[in-house]
């Protein structure tokens, strides 16, 4: 059923918001959110549903369409953001990242082809700070045999204990090669856990000297995220008599690393994503798909002792 | 059905399909529908049950698997032991203007279009694995059933498959010699020119993917686990350790290859421990639940007349008697012992269950009336086990099933046992040794299944309990320390039986019997009510320390008592006749418990009971003449310990008394006894706390 899908009607709704939102106290949070991580205090966004649920203007459809698209919508709640993030107020150290940025952006004001499509910066390799959408509160959390198909790439709240956790790997998110021949930096967007690396240079100045140039990845200037991957398992009380306890697996990225560990009680809000497999799975399995939970917010049940 | 366009036993996936175009052209709607059935499961089961061609569904076992077509319809009889996670599959899509359906197969039928419109439904995964225990006489044979001759040979790696002689897979695999009927059918196969999956079935039985399952004691290593998938039931429905058969279609590919990923990740869960070609599975469509009557075999339906039963009970009753020395008494707990099981729970207690054990089990009497009783348990039982308590085996085994998150599956333990089980439990090994923690969980883990029809199950990080119906026996020397049974009774054989063998024909009778009375309702009219009632004041009255669990124990035997006569309602002649069983029983015991042996030493009367528990006294060997057995129990002690218990004693009030009567005669017949030996350790709080 095709819904009429407007994401730049919904881009324009978002920035609104984040704009003109007030919480309780009166203040513009996100606006002070934004503030605090364009002086790189903070990495992370954390958009609240219940904030937009409680937004003077909002409309229960975008609310609807939120939940049930959540990954689309964090990109588009991330150009927002990219539009109207403010000015640095305070003076903080450069980074490598910071640098390289510079760098490029040099680059790019240079450089009068600009309409090179393979040439474009992905503005996720701008972006310094991870935007997470977190779901309301409100209702209780799910257990997770109530996870069903139909819930598939929606927002969900799951409690459990976390069993098992892998360790903190950096995840590419962008891949940045060199070119040999023609020396431009070429970026290519990983959106999943596998990905095919380039070889030639699709740059319009090699393909007008028509020179195959060879590409070299550089680690150094390719954006990684933190990455942990953990399995998390129903609670003694939420197993029906007869049964065993069901384990999910939960994707931590960012800024939420490192904040679980095996024997947690939890609580998760994330998007209930299927994974296809790839590789010879995907020869064999045909018709189905894996399934984790991409953690959005984590909440522990009773409080660890302050490190 | 007279006028169907596909069959369903021989083209499932056919049937399947022509339901589903049947089902949108009346308006059905793949996209909100959720994977519901849409009538599919509705024609099966007419076809099977109704029409009964149930019995023409080849069973899934490791003799018939390299005769079964792939995505044909079988049957499986298992225990479910391990619930996998559910897997999300695409359930129906778009191809062009008409839906497709995926539901009961592995792989599309049809190519998908990767914009297709799909749906994706869920489907539960459970491994199962024959029931454990099962005796062999209480599987069904795959001879029995008539290999429907496969026409549609099309299999969709048929061009990749050998051809090949499996004439040496089937020797391998013979397993009883109730298979007349498998070499016949395995020339039929080798004429339709069956492409044979021989060589990847011996990889299977001599795989080592399932190691883990094959070290529990018990696990037939040729029996095979069998993945199945379910679709349309109630999560309520299927349950851990329970029994099902499952119908439906069969999938099987032994041809893909699997490389080994050695990465670390976390997302190597349990599908990539069991790829296809290590375990078949299958779809299933219908499934039924199955309770021990269901393993007898349906040869033997007698109508439950009440003379007949009464000629069954006496002659089963005799049979028992001659297996237990002519030991009377015993024979009947046994029976009422075969025919209990848990009807209620109430608060945590398990009602209905009546727990037996048998003491005065030394060596010469196990190797003979211990054996005895096991051949004839497990030709009785269609599930049984036998368990041997050493303090080695309590310290290692695994007898309850633990989550391996490793592998993310449930290692089974020996107490993962189908309802219905009989476990017989073989004290006598245990000697003296010291149990550590493993052990003394064992031990816990035992005792909770005999009093609570319990077992915990480790999850890591908590443990959850599962419930059990274990009819447990146990044999030991004296009354068990480990296993308090609901009866204790001494077993007293008076001479080894003639004739212990029982004709197929008798035991079949017996088998139906035992298994068909269990299930019979049980209920106590008012009147009765009140004169049970009125016993039991009188009893308490008489003796104080009667107390729930003599009562509770004194209704199960008067329930037992009914239902093994075919009755369905507690008569006062019945309960009559268990108060008398219960009253011969505690009369033994008392006899039992003063036969104990006495040890009298010579310096200073201390008599120093040899079964207390907290004496530390060791009986060497050469003391053993010194001791009087129960053979040569004075006869005296006897009347004079009988005038003195009319009022209740405590133990030591016994012990006091006892001791100044033997003061006074036993040391005339101590003749032959040692000059100055003395006890190695004394602890006199022992005689006298």
């Known amino acids: ?307 | 059905m007279v006028g169907l366009p596909f069959d369903c036993l021989s083209n499932p996936l056919g049937a399947v399909r022509f339901t589903f175009e049947k089902a949108i052209s009346s308006g059905f709607n793949p996209a909100t529908s959720d994977g519901k059935d849409w009538g599919a499961i509705k024609v099966f089961q007419e076809c099977l049950f109704d029409e009964d061609h149930i019995s023409q569904v080849p069973i899934l076992d490791p003799l018939n698997i390299s005769r079964i077509q792939p995505n044909s319809l079988v049957r499986f009889r298992g225990m479910v032991q391990d619930m996998l996670t559910n897997e999300f599959y695409v359930g129906a899509f778009k191809d062009g203007l008409s839906w497709r359906t995926n539901k009961f197969s592995d792989v599309s039928p049809f190519p998908m279009g990767s914009s297709s419109e799909t749906r994706i439904w869920e489907r539960r995964l459970l491994y199962c694995v024959p029931v454990p225990g099962q005796n062999s006489w209480a599987m069904e044979s795959s001879s029995e059933l008539v290999t429907t001759p496969c026409k549609d040979l099309i299999s969709q790696h048929g061009e990749k498959r050998q051809r090949e002689d499996d004439t040496a897979a089937t020797t391998h695999m013979v397993l009883d010699s109730e298979l007349q009927g498998s070499p016949l059918g395995s020339k039929r196969m080798r004429e339709d020119g069956f492409p044979g999956q021989s060589s990847s079935l011996q990889d299977l039985i001599t795989t080592d993917a399932f190691s883990k399952q094959r070290e529990v004691p018990g696990f037939d290593p040729k029996s095979l686990p069998c993945l199945v998938k379910v679709y349309d039931s109630q999560e309520s429905d299927l349950k851990l350790n329970d029994v099902f058969e499952f119908i439906g279609v069969f999938t099987y590919d032994p041809e893909f290859p699997v490389p080994m990923d050695s990465s670390d990740a976390l997302d190597e869960d349990a599908l990539v421990q069991l790829p296809p070609s290590n375990v078949p599975c299958l779809h299933c469509i219908v499934h039924r639940k199955l309770a021990t009557h269901d393993f007898i075999s349906k040869s033997t339906v007698i109508e439950a007349m009440p003379s007949l039963i009464r000629g069954i009970r006496e002659s089963l009753l005799g049979y028992l008697t001659t297996v237990l020395g002519n030991d009377c008494l015993a024979a009947q707990c046994i029976l009422l012992h075969l025919l209990s099981q848990v009807h209620a729970r109430v608060d945590s207690a398990a009602l209905g269950k009546l727990s037996v054990n048998l003491t005065g089990f030394v060596q010469e009497s196990l190797s003979v009336f211990g054996n005895q009783l096991n051949v004839a348990i497990q030709n009785l039982m269609p599930i049984s086990q036998t368990i041997s308590l050493t303090i080695g085996y309590l310290n290692t085994a695994s007898l309850s099933p633990k989550k391996d998150y490793e592998t993310n599956r449930l290692v089974t333990g020996v107490l993962q046992l189908a309802e219905g089980t009989h476990l017989t439990v073989d004290e006598t090994p245990l000697d003296v040794g010291t149990l550590d923690s493993t052990g003394v969980k064992n031990v816990e883990l035992l005792k909770n299944l005999m009093e609570l029809q319990k077992v915990e199950y480790d999850f890591e990080y908590y443990k959850i309990d599962m419930s059990a119906d274990v009819q447990m026996l146990i044999l030991s020397e004296g009354k068990s320390n480990i296993l308090p049974a609901d009866l204790v009774l001494p077993f007293r054989p008076s001479g080894i039986g003639s004739s212990v063998n029982a004709e197929t024909e008798a035991l079949q009778t017996w088998r139906w019997y035992l298994a068909t009375l269990k299930t019979l309702p049980h209920d106590i009219d008012l009147d009765m009510q009140k004169v049970i009632e009125d016993d039991l004041v009188a009893a308490r009255q008489e003796d104080r320390n009667l107390g729930s669990q003599d009562f509770s124990r004194l209704l199960t035997i008067a329930r037992l008592l009914t239902v093994s006569f075919g009755e369905t309602r507690l008569t006062l002649e019945l309960w009559q006749m268990a108060k008398e069983l219960e009253r011969q029983r505690k009369d033994r015991l008392k006899r039992e418990d003063r036969r104990r042996r006495y040890r009298v030493d010579l310096i200073s009367v201390y008599a120093i009971l040899l079964e207390d528990p907290l004496c530390e006294w060791i009986v060497e060997d050469d003391d053993e003449p010194l001791l009087p057995t129960y053979e040569e129990w004075p006869e005296e002690l006897e009347e004079n310990y009988q005038l003195k218990t009319r009022r209740s004693m405590s133990k030591e009030g016994t012990l006091l008394l006892l001791l100044t009567m033997i003061s006074q005669k036993v040391l005339s017949f101590r003749s032959t006894c040692r000059q100055g030996c003395v006890p190695r350790h004394i602890s006199e709080k022992s005689c006298v706390s």
């Open chain 1, 1 to 307: 059923m095709m819904k009429d899908l407007d994401f730049n009607a919904d881009r324009g709704l978002t920035k609104d918001f984040l704009t003109n939102f007030a919480d309780a106290n009166g203040e513009a949070k996100y606006l002070n959110i934004l503030q605090d991580v364009a002086n790189h205090k903070i990495r992370a966004i954390e958009i609240n549903l219940e904030d937009l649920f409680n937004y003077k203007d909002m409309d229960e459809e975008f609310l609807r369409r939120v939940t049930e698209n959540t990954r689309r919508y964090i990109g588009i709640f991330a150009d927002a953001i990219d539009e109207i993030m403010p000015e640095p107020t305070e003076a903080f150290p450069d980074d490598d990242h910071d640098i390289l940025m510079t760098q490029r952006s040099e680059e790019a004001s240079e450089n009068t082809d600009g309409s090179d499509p393979n040439q474009r910066m992905p503005p996720e390799i701008k972006r310094f700070y991870e935007v997470y959408i977190k779901a309301s509160s409100k209702e209780r959390p799910f257990s997770i045999r109530e996870v069903k198909a139909s819930d598939i790439g929606h927002l969900v709240r799951i409690s459990g204990i976390i069993t098992r956790c892998s360790d903190v790997k950096p995840l590419m998110q962008v891949a940045v090669y060199t070119c040999e021949e023609c020396g431009f930096e070429i970026y290519q967007e990983v959106t999943s856990r596998v990905f095919m690396p380039l070889f030639e240079c699709p740059s319009s100045r090699c393909a007008l000297n028509n020179t195959k140039g060879n590409l070299i990845l550089q680690l150094r200037a390719s954006k990684f995220l933190k990455f942990q991957e953990a399995k998390i398992q129903e609670l003694a009380e939420h197993v029906p008599k007869g049964h065993i306890p069901r384990t999910m697996t939960v994707h931590i990225r960012g800024e939420l690393t490192r904040k679980v560990s095996p024997g947690d009680v939890v609580e998760i809000s994330g998007i209930f994503l299927p994974m296809p497999y790839t590789g010879f799975r995907a020869m064999r399995a045909g018709l189905v798909a894996d399934t984790y939970l991409e953690a959005m917010s984590v909440a522990h049940f009773k409080k660890k002792y302050e490190e």
